[in-house]
Structure formats: structure tokens, C-alpha cells
């Protein structure tokens, strides 16, 4: 399916970049994406990697509270998405050469775009994975690209949901991504953090999450990780995941999916993910 089954809204960030046959929000140049297959990774750094609506700003937040070991909830750092370049900012990666060490990153990229010491890594480093159902993540981007002025709106649900499945959609297949993340789970530099997990079990992901991270806490202090960093905790508005955050359930998919549509969506994700061993919970 062609780009043509999109309107496009008005906005200083459209279209999108192309690259390698894949769309990408503006603010991530083909300079950028071609300069990751240099960016050196360093002994200590912290990388969250997931694709759109998985939960990342989530994690990434559980993480910093994490690292930053104190009893108080701590303001959003400066926020570096390695393939980003942010108005009025040197691109991420180049302002990262400059940050002290640990470093905390993040990055939507899929395996085969990311830097080698990402992609294979040999230095130090901590890597944390977030995937979620494929069903929940169509329905909340679907809503996310409706709202937001720098992605193209959906001509309807139902040609998003094609598109979504054929990776015509801005950072291409979502099966394309966590598989390539998941040839790594067997790899100690990871850990993959499923949205259902975190969203329902949410002490024992936290806590071993902070294992993961050589930073243990005790049942108090995950208790105020969780409190800090709760999906319920209201928003100031302006902040960025007032713009983000929608409903964060799981299961969100059953309100919006009829079952044939619901049917063809499970037939595509058996044959993309048979074989893998990556399985989702939907409910």
C-alpha cells in the first residue's frame, strides 16, 4: 500500500524521511542514520530500545529514576534519542560525545540500522528491550497518529491497520523490529521488558529491572520507583507524556477490533513470530 491511503496534515516536521525504504519522523535525517554505524558505545552506558508505542517514555523514566538512587522523584533529563536532532540542538548523537559517563539513551531503531556496538555488543554496557502486543501497539498508534501534527493521519481505521501490518508505516514493521532485537535474548547485555509485564506486574518487572541495572532496591525504594514513575500519576500539562499518554491498558485492542478484522491480525502475527518464541499476552 502506497503512502497515498494518508492525508497529510500542515507542520514544519512533514513529510517524512525515507530511508531504506522505510519512513521516518523528519527530525531524524538520513546524516544521522548513516552516522550510527559509527557512534561508539562506552563501558557503563544505559540504552532503552523500543518501537513506537511500547512503552518506552515509561521505561525510560523507571530506568533514570532508578540510576539517579534518590528518594525523590526526579525531573525529566535532557532527552537523547540517538537518531534524533531536536530544533535548535546538535543532533543526539553528536551532543552524546560530549555527555560524562554513564550515559542514558534511547533509540526506536531497528537492529540492522543501530551502531554495531548496539547491535553486537562487546563494551560494558546495559541494553533494555520493551515490546508489547502487536494488537494493542496498532490501536494506540492509530489514535497517536490521529493526534499528533508531525505524523500523517490514517485515511480510516482500517487502512491503518493494513498499513501497520506491511510496515508502510512511519519506522517501518513493528515484526521487523522486535525480531531483530530478539536474535539478542539470549545475549547478558539485555533485557527484554514485555508492556504487559510492567503494566501488570509491576514490582517484580521494577525490581529486576533495577538487578539488571547493578542497582538493587529494596521493597521500599521500588515501591517509590513505581509511585514516581505510575501511569496514574497526573501530568502537568506541557510536559511530554501529556502529549504521549492515552489509555496504557492492556486489552485496549478488543474495543476497536471487529473479529474478522481481529482474525486477520492474529493469521499474520502466527506466521511473522512462528518459530521465534516471542509470545505476547492480549488481555
Not at 512533514?14 to 538520513?30: D, I, K, N
Not at 541495572?213 to 513505581?226: G, H, M, R, Y
Amino acid at each position: 500500500m502506497s503512502t497515498s491511503s494518508y492525508n497529510l496534515k500542515s507542520g514544519p516536521d512533514l513529510p517524512y524521511t525515507e530511508y531504506r525504504g522505510r519512513q521516518f519522523l523528519s527530525l531524524v535525517t538520513q546524516d544521522s542514520l548513516e552516522a550510527m554505524q559509527n557512534f561508539e558505545l562506552r563501558d557503563g552506558d544505559v540504552v532503552t530500545i523500543g518501537y513506537p508505542k511500547t512503552g518506552t517514555h515509561w521505561i525510560r523514566t523507571i530506568v533514570r529514576q532508578i540510576l539517579h538512587e534518590k528518594r525523590e522523584r526526579c525531573d525529566e533529563d535532557v532527552d537523547f534519542v540517538l537518531e534524533h536532532t531536536y530544533p535548535g540542538r546538535p543532533p543526539c548523537h553528536v551532543e552524546l560525545q560530549e555527555v560524562a559517563s554513564p550515559r542514558l539513551m534511547h533509540t526506536f531503531l531497528s537492529r540492522d540500522l543501530a551502531p554495531p556496538g548496539l547491535a553486537r555488543p562487546s563494551q560494558k554496557i546495559k541494553v533494555l528491550v520493551m515490546l508489547r502486543n502487536p494488537k494493542d501497539i496498532c490501536i494506540s498508534y492509530y489514535r497517536w497518529s490521529q493526534q499528533v501534527n508531525y505524523l500523517k493521519t490514517p485515511q480510516s481505521w482500517e487502512t491503518f491497520q493494513e498499513d501497520f501490518l506491511c510496515g508502510n508505516v512511519q519506522r517501518g514493521s513493528y515484526y521487523d523490529h522486535a525480531l531483530g532485537w530478539w536474535q539478542m535474548k539470549d545475549d547478558p547485555h539485555f533485557l527484554f521488558i514485555k508492556y504487559e509485564d510492567l503494566r501488570k506486574r509491576t514490582f517484580s518487572t521494577v525490581k529486576d529491572t533495577a538487578v539488571f541495572l547493578n542497582k538493587p532496591l529494596s521493597d521500599a525504594e521500588a515501591e517509590f520507583v513505581i509511585e514516581s514513575c505510575s501511569f496514574e500519576t497526573p501530568i502537568e500539562p506541557g510536559k511530554k507524556l501529556a502529549r504521549i499518554k492515552r489509555k496504557g491498558v492492556v486489552g485496549d485492542w478488543k474495543n476497536n477490533f471487529t473479529e474478522p478484522q481481529s482474525e486477520a491480525f492474529d493469521k499474520h502475527s502466527k506466521e511473522k513470530l512462528e518459530g521465534s518464541g516471542l509470545e505476547f499476552e492480549y488481555e
